[in-house]
């Protein structure tokens, strides 16, 4: 029954994903700019050159051809070569993925962590000295821009108090074994607390920088509705069955209210994917969306439209598990 | 006389407001007997839910218990430790809402909802893995009793997936799983379809004698009243105007609020006869004046009753708050 359920909401998937494939083409393909002039923007070029790269580029043929082409390669995993690195782009993205997965986990993580018990403790001493904290917190939370928070960060941390390290994912000394790319995991895999720890200390300021703002909006967002929740009949039913107030808080109510917030997550997830661009660049973090920003720079279009079709497949993903997640705390929504 | 099972003496609870303090309770006294159902009259706002959310420990800033005693079984309430309240909660006095639909947790199975009033207050339950059992037993045994078919089957069910009757049955269930001495009703049928509220009515008396406890009904329904309660005490204001004998109550009422209310109360057999509605409304609790509450509104209304009524006994078992209260009408 349930299966069922989730294969159709899977195969709804496929018409958004077409359809943002679409839109991903069209709009690399009306940019202004000719890769392939700009490719050979700086060798003196004579105009059959150019005509002959377009050739090879399949820049020649028609809009929908090139569509299908694009279409059948992509589901393959090709997004041809990377200009800069003369590589395949999906090998560059391959290697650079990890540490993006990694710093937005993290962030999420602390963004979670931060935001649900925060805005609980807010709403249950509403109008106590924690909740005017949190809510004024918040406040900044959301008004900072990262860029410049993150430098803060730096300055504090790791150039004036020296503890922890200024940019990078990890030290040369430390780098462990590579299985799956994730240092986090590799660390673990391979039993290397010292990699494990250095990994982490490069992770704590960027993902804090990252992740501040989701948890500022989630901190609201859980307590406007742990606010909402505490108010229902259901709650005074649980007091008036002498439940202990950590099982009213924890199960009744939270169950409730994480409602709002997972669904304001998974669209926040979305913003993180941008904030990453900010992000990885302020601390040189080797991820995807310094690589992005890079290749904006250089023109590396293949690259470029396949990261962006990459992060709109992660944002409808993670809108995805976002709706089963929900169908996990609301049964009444499960079909 | 044994001493009642719940007795409050000159309860008052007040909630601060914006524009002041408001007394939702202002010297409720009133006794609940071993085994007797007590049914409570009054209009929304009237104290007579906030009465027995005291009773139960509930009352929450704003609000206030400023004075007054509350004893349940000869031990004081009133500023009890709240470790000690959870404990009394649920296991000797259960209380059901008015609507059971918000409230069940909607998303929490049924089962979770009356397996965790038995685990936490289940202390004759055995320990161990045989714990879970022997509760899950008294969950469907409670659930039958209420008449919920296929209880064993039901526990995973969510709320939603009951019927209005069905979920106003599961409430009940799970406010007696303990099998608490005193239930306190909280308006059980007014969210109930009609031919329902009779179902749920008969379903409270009949394990009312099956378990043996005492019940307070909360309504404005007075035909409820006259079918269900021993006795029946009348609130106006937040302050009990009349109490007695149900019968002796509506045949002979001694406050005119109470006269009042059984004359604005459509009579089906008599369908010709003209409904009085009580003129005027319920007074601001805010800024009262010392005398007679209902004196605004009193059609028998005079010089006396400026100054403040004693809610005082005329008959063997009758009280009223009325300086006629001896004069029968």
Partial sequence: MRSVALLQRLLHL??????????????????????AEIMLANQNATPEQVASLRHDMGLDRSLPTRFVTFVGHAVQGEFGLS?????????????????????????????????????????????????????????????????????????AFAVNLRLLPVS????????????????????????RMDSLGNALAHLLLPAITLGLPMAAILMRVTRASMLEVLRQDYITFAEAKGLGRTRILALHALK???????????????????????????????????????????????LVQAAVLLYAVTYVLVNFVADMLYTVLNPRVRM | MTEPLLSIADLR?????????????????????????????????????????????????????????????????????????????????????????TSLNPALTVGTQIL??????????????????????????????????????RLGDYPHQFSGGMRQRMMIAIALSCRPKLLIADEPTTALDVTIQAQVLELIASIRATLGMSVVLITHDLGVVAE???????????????????AQVISDPRHPYTAGLLRSVPVLSHLDRPIHPIEGQVPDLIDLPPGCRFLPRCPMARTACHNPVPFHAFAEGRAARCVLAEAPR
Avoid at chain 2, 125 to 143: C, E, K, Y
């Fill in chain 1, 14 to 35: 496929v018409p958004v994903l077409f359809g943002v494939t679409v839109i991903v083409f069209l709009m690399m393909s009306l940019t202004p700019g000719d890769p």
């Fill in chain 1, 83 to 155: 200009l800069f690195h003369r590589r395949p782009v999906a090998a560059v993205i391959a290697e650079r993925l990890p540490a993006t997965i990694e710093l937005s986990a993290a962030a999420l993580l602390f963004a979670l962590f931060m935001a649900i018990p925060l805005g609980v403790v807010a709403a249950v001493h509403r109008g106590g000295i924690l909740d005017r904290l949190a809510t004024v917190g918040s406040l900044f939370g959301v008004s900072l821009p990262g860029f410049w928070f993150g430098i803060l960060l730096l300055l």
């Fill in chain 1, 168 to 191: 990078g994912a990890i030290d040369f000394a430390h780098q462990p074994p590579g299985l799956t790319g994730f240092l986090v995991i590799d660390s673990v895999l391979a039993g």
């Fill in chain 1, 256 to 302: 409730n209210a994480l409602l709002p917030t997972v669904t304001v997550a998974a669209i926040e997830t979305g913003s993180l994917l941008g904030g990453n661009m900010v992000v990885e660049t302020v601390f040189g973090w080797p991820g995807l969306g310094r690589l992005v920003v890079e290749s904006i720079f250089v023109r590396n279009y293949p």
């Fill in chain 2, 13 to 101: 609870v007040a909630f601060a407001t914006r524009q002041g303090l408001v007394r939702a309770v202002d010297g409720v006294s009133l006794d609940v007997r071993e085994g007797e159902c007590l049914g409570i009259v009054g209009e929304s706002g009237s104290g007579k839910s906030v009465t027995f959310a005291g009773v139960m420990g509930l009352i929450r800033p704003p609000g206030r218990i400023e004075g007054g005693s509350i004893r349940f079984e000869g031990r004081e309430l009133v500023g009890l430790d709240p470790q000690a309240y959870r404990r009394l909660r649920g296991r000797d006095i259960a209380m059901t809402l008015q609507d059971a639909q």
């Fill in chain 2, 116 to 153: 965790e009033v038995l685990l936490a207050h289940g202390d004759d339950l055995p320990s161990g893995r045989a714990r879970l059992r022997a509760a899950r037993q008294r969950a469907v045994d409670m659930m039958t009793l209420v008449g919920i078919p296929a209880a064993a089957r």
């Fill in chain 2, 228 to 246: 269900y309660c021993d006795r029946v005490a009348v609130l106006y204001a937040g302050q009990i105007v009349e109490s007695g004998p149900t």
